[in-house]
């Protein structure tokens, strides 16, 4: 495969659509997943661990599908399993009653990305020019980005034309629509996508082959790591944004502003992705893009902490803290994955993927439950600010481990 265009292939393309119609799915049932969680009566301590544990969760299985799909060479079936279970997931919601069902279907959609990511991120991977990643890398995430519009813009229309007498009424409603729009992205996969290294690459045990990356990617990961330990859930600034908002516009209508915030992030998210990927693969410096993008994180982790302690009810600041989050996403989901691509090496690329998986679910884990759990017992001031100063020193050590040899830039 060469030439500039090579690559916008089928392949891409339809990861790209496959992307669009699974996050239409389940950011539809995260958008809103706060504000069911509210209207059942729970307090932000079960938000924060259902995120957390999932993610965790999806961690781990991301390091063990990476690696049995470079080992077995299985990596197009293995997807398409995950995509099937992640699309199963707002099922779980529309028969919940209470959290012990939507944990169990948070487990059951994010053990589902935690099986498909790597395996897709390595598929993609080898489906275009090394020199094209970026672009290919971007189109992905902004196709990814654009269903996380769709599906936010959906739950937010459906709470408020609901009309519903029971307040849960109406969430129940946003996951029946999101549970077709899974269904569908599993079946797009399946017929559309193929595998060009569907081979197997090694026969190295988990140990071995993690053991076989080289230090760039080891100190690399160990810089996203620290970043992770403060990179809380998205729900929780909806959460945040739905509580602050709720004294002045009731749980329903607070929620489905919440839900049409996060939207805003996820369009700046969709318009950045493609753009950042392009012009990392112009030359410049990936990791420095990168840390900026952490840094910004630290500054929305900043500002909902200003939120609490001025009690500030204004749709504007909140709109102000979603959007820099988009920025974020959009550089690191890019990058990260650009970068990890990179260093990653070819005999074990999957695995790879899935420990950058890895490293992030843990971070994930720690910061969702984390910012949950001191929310909860102490403060929501506390909770942000210490994840805020979590993300800082995930910029800082990024900005460190890039200084010696410039490993983030294109070539």
Known sequence: MSGSRAWLNRNVAAMGATSLLSDAS?????????????????????????EGVADALASFLKLGAGWLGDRTGHRWGLAVGGYTLTGLMPLAFVLAMSWPLVFAGKLLGWAGKGIRGPLRD??????????ARGRAFGFHRAGDTIGAIIGPLLGAAILAGSGATVSTDAFR?????????GILAAVTFAVFVRDPGSRATHGLGLVGAMRSFAAPFRRFLLAVGLFGMGDFAPSLLILAATTLLTPSLGIVEAGAVAALLYVVRNVVYALGSFPVGAFSDRGGSRIRLLAGGYALGALVATGTAAAFVLAIN????????????????????TLEGVITAQLGGAEARATAFGALGAVNGTGDLVASAGVGLIWTVVSPVLAFTLASVAMGAGAVGLLVAGRDGGYGSAR
Request: no cysteine; aromatic share 10%.
């Open 122 to 131: 390595a598929i993609l991977t080898e489906s275009v020019p090394a020199e």
């Open 314 to 333: 204004s749709v504007a600041w909140f709109a102000l803290l979603f959007l820099l989050s988009g920025v974020l996403a959009a550089v690191q989901d």
């Open 26 to 50: 389940h950011e539809a049932a995260t958008a809103v997943l706060p504000g069911f969680l509210a209207a059942l009566g729970l307090p932000p301590f079960a938000l924060g661990a259902i």
């Open 173 to 181: 409603t946003v996951f029946i629509v999101s549970l077709g729009f």
